[in-house]
């Protein structure tokens, strides 16, 4: 019997009358539409967007008010922050129930699990979608937007761009950079029972999103 | 012929179950046509027609994007696992868990998965397999199969979820959808932290990326893919795209189609095992790649559009039989249209001779359907497949010379009138002016009692229109 890969490779190629290694026929084009939007509309739609979903956004001047906001926000709450270098440039790693700086997996996990909030920055944003997007890399792992109850992003205000066209136009191959790039619209929800709606399923049922002017 | 029939009968006479499958579907509809309004998206229409194009185009070179898939896959140092079927894929699983030492499974709702019957499959092997989805979840303690492609527990009460949460996991019964969920999260919750694998579906295989993209609102298979130290993304062949820059195109369409949304809360690119210097993410990572008669159905140039399905459920929620017949009234998982032009390409039309009659024609699953599927087309296809079958099994003898006399009838109107008359003076005529739902014994034969047997016939009008315009021109 011949191996499963070769047969069903065979049973495509005979099925569509295709020699092994032929190239493919010319692909249909890409099709992407971006937008053109000044900063300050950028900003506006995200913030119209995702508190649409239920995600609380605030605009904040410069990154030294970060740290007073997100006290009042985790209100108590223990939390666990990324590594990205922005948050520390924010102050936010000076805050007692903070904890940062996990590099062993399972570390990283059990903090997770535990922590009332997970605080990131993001890669890009969406306005038209009020859409995070996290590449996982070093500064970002992946949990700590997904086990806490409640997620807090803090957004340098030049990484909000148009839509989804316009990220893959900026990012063509996601992949050559990271195992995952993750797009977060609102917060988890589900509807499964009688179509009614809840948050907080599995992942966090509270976002917020800090965006921080200075730079931009 | 399945039992199928039956569950038809039983989903119809129920109250309850009507009205929860009109109220989900009339709700998915509506927030479906919300968010494709021209107002809001006036490139709807040309976005259909280049998924189409895309999809086409992808199926036509199916083998070429597979092996770059698997290609890009390996090189970002995952693993294709190519399987021409159910048994093929159950063998993978168990193998890579034995060999790990793996005990517990969490699962994001995947179709595929289902298709396959993988859970039970491997669950005689004392591996635990815990669907996660909290619509799959409830299934998955009630013993039953999803009711839709999107909405898998759209028949259940929130009483019924709290019988079934008491029976199974010994809580108090409780009935506010809420703490339900909550009870969900806490029992899950322990699952995701403690799997050695998780299994998810994809919603596209992005043929340059070697990446499995994954829609999804609850979260689940973001923890499926990343908690556990195994991924391991289930799908069919057909699911391939060309390019990471065909998804904005696609993901549009579906989030819409399916659910109204413009964006599900989720959507996971996901291209591998974590990077050296990542923190979290699984360390091994694998593609399968499902046959299970699909190469069958891709032989087959005129039905090959069937594979361009996007499993978005709009089909089934637009459809009026769906609405009356429900989910679990089609004799396999894929349900509604879609299913109906499916179940018989991948199991033979023969199986379930009535499925593709099942349906009034009325095209509203094409005009929703974001891929631009020509579903009444192929179901008329399918339906000639069927009469030539029972044609060549000399079944369908009666139909035909049935057919052929009311033809010749047809043909000759003096004949005919006078056989109109006839029936009209010796025809049946039920007391009280009541229709006719008995069979007559002249016309006792199969196919008049299956006419009959679903439907009742008025009796016949003293006077044929023939008759009364004569009388009125005088």
């Known amino acids: ?216 | 012929m399945t039992s199928a029939p039956i569950k038809i009968k039983e989903t119809i006479a129920d109250p309850r179950l009507q009205q929860a499958i009109y109220t989900a579907t009339g709700r998915l509809m509506s927030h479906r046509a919300q968010a494709i309004q021209p107002a809001l998206m006036p490139e709807y229409q040309e976005l259909r027609t280049r998924a189409h194009e895309i999809k086409r185009h992808t199926i036509e070179n199916l083998d070429y994007y597979l092996e770059l898939l698997e290609s890009k896959v390996t090189a970002h140092g995952g693993k294709v696992i190519f399987c021409r079927d159910a048994a093929e894929v159950a063998d993978f699983v168990l193998g890579l868990a034995k060999e790990r030492g793996a005990k517990l499974i969490v699962k994001s709702k995947s179709m595929t998965t289902e298709e396959i019957g993988l859970n039970e499959r491997v669950e005689r092997h004392q591996l635990e397999a815990v669907e996660t989805d909290l619509g799959e979840y409830i299934l998955q303690l009630a013993h039953q199969r999803p009711y839709h492609i999107v909405a898998p527990a759209l028949h259940m009460t929130r009483y019924e979820v709290a019988d079934i949460f008491t029976e199974k996991l010994g809580v108090k019964n409780e009935v506010v959808i809420e703490n339900q969920t909550k009870i969900a999260r806490s029992v899950l919750r322990e699952k995701f932290l403690a799997a050695d694998i998780g299994i998810t579906g994809a919603n596209f295989l992005v043929a340059d990326s070697g990446a499995v993209l994954v829609v999804e609102n609850e979260g689940n298979a973001r923890l499926s893919s990343s908690a556990p130290k195994i991924h391991i993304a289930i799908a069919g062949i057909e699911k391939l795209i060309p390019r990471a820059q065909d998804l904005p195109l696609f993901l549009k369409l579906l989030g819409r189609s399916a659910t109204g949304q413009a964006m599900t809360v989720y959507t996971s690119f996901l291209s591998g095992p974590r990077r050296s210097d990542e923190i979290d993410g699984p360390d091994e990572f694998y593609v399968v790649l499902l046959d299970n008669g699909r190469t069958k159905l891709l032989a087959n140039a005129d039905k090959r559009e069937s594979l361009y399905c996007i499993r978005c459920g709009a089909c089934l929620n637009h459809c009026p039989v769906y609405r009356k017949i429900g989910g679990h009234s089609y004799p396999w998982i894929y349900s509604g249209p879609i299913g109906k032009i499916i179940t018989p390409q991948f199991h033979g039309v023969m199986q379930d001779p009535w499925l593709p009659f099942a349906s009034s024609l009325c095209g509203a699953c094409a005009e929703v359907c974001p891929v631009k599927i020509d579903i009444p087309k192929l179901l008329l296809q399918l339906r000639s497949e069927v009469v030539e079958a029972k044609t060549r099994g000399g079944t369908a003898g009666e139909e035909r010379r049935g057919f052929r006399l009311f033809a010749w009838l047809m043909q000759r109107p003096k004949l005919f009138q006078f056989a109109g008359r006839m029936a009209a003076r010796f025809g049946p005529r039920p007391a009280g002016g009541k229709w006719i739902s008995k069979v007559p014994g002249l016309f006792n034969i199969e196919p008049v009692r299956n006419w009959l047997s679903q439907r009742d016939l008025p009796p016949p009008a003293p006077k044929s229109f023939h008759q009364l315009w004569k009388e009125r021109k005088k």
């Open chain 1, 1 to 216: 019997m011949s191996d499963a890969r070769t047969d069903i490779l065979g049973r495509v190629r005979a099925a569509l009358g295709r020699k092994a290694a032929q190239p493919a026929s010319e692909s249909p084009g890409v099709y992407l539409s971006t937008r053109n939007l000044s900063v300050t509309e950028r900003i506006e739609l995200f913030v119209r967007n995702f508190e649409k979903l239920n995600g609380q956004a605030r605009c904040l001047a410069a990154r030294a008010d970060v740290g007073p906001v997100l006290r009042e926000l985790l209100d108590g709450r223990t939390a666990v922050a990324s590594n990205s270098p922005y948050l520390r440039e924010c102050g936010i790693t000076e805050i007692g129930s903070v904890q940062t700086g996990f590099t062993v997996r399972e570390e990283l996990k059990a903090a997770c699990a535990s922590a009332g909030a997970g605080i990131t920055s993001c890669d890009y944003a969406l306005a038209e979608t009020g859409t995070l997007v996290m590449l996982s890399s070093p500064q970002e792992a992946r949990l700590v937007s997904l086990l806490p109850p409640m997620h807090v992003a803090v957004i340098p205000a030049s990484s909000i761009i148009g839509n989804l066209d316009e990220l893959l136009t900026n990012v063509p191959l996601p992949a050559e950079q990271s195992s995952s790039m993750v797009l977060i619209t609102g917060p988890s929800r589900t509807a499964d029972i009688e179509q009614i709606l809840v948050r907080g399923v599995h992942g966090p049922g509270q976002i917020h999103a800090l965006i921080v002017e200075e730079g931009a």
